[in-house]
């Protein structure tokens, strides 16, 4: 299933993202898909949570 990360990402939900990320969140977790949290940002063309996932990946 999904994380409340992957869900926020589905949803476009910004803030939650941030809250997640910033307390540690696994950002790499994986739906039963195999999808990641970014693959739903991308697939939904948010581009700030886009820009502030792949900053915590480098």
Request: aromatic share 10%; with cysteine; hydrophobic share 40%.
């Amino acid at each position: 299933g999904m994380t409340l990360l992957h869900w926020a990402c589905d949803k476009g939900y910004q803030d939650i993202v941030e809250y997640l990320i910033k307390t540690k969140c696994d950002i790499n977790s994986q739906d039963s898909e195999g999808q990641t949290p970014l693959h739903y940002a991308v697939i939904c063309e948010f581009e700030s949570i886009i820009m502030r996932a792949t900053f915590h990946l480098i």
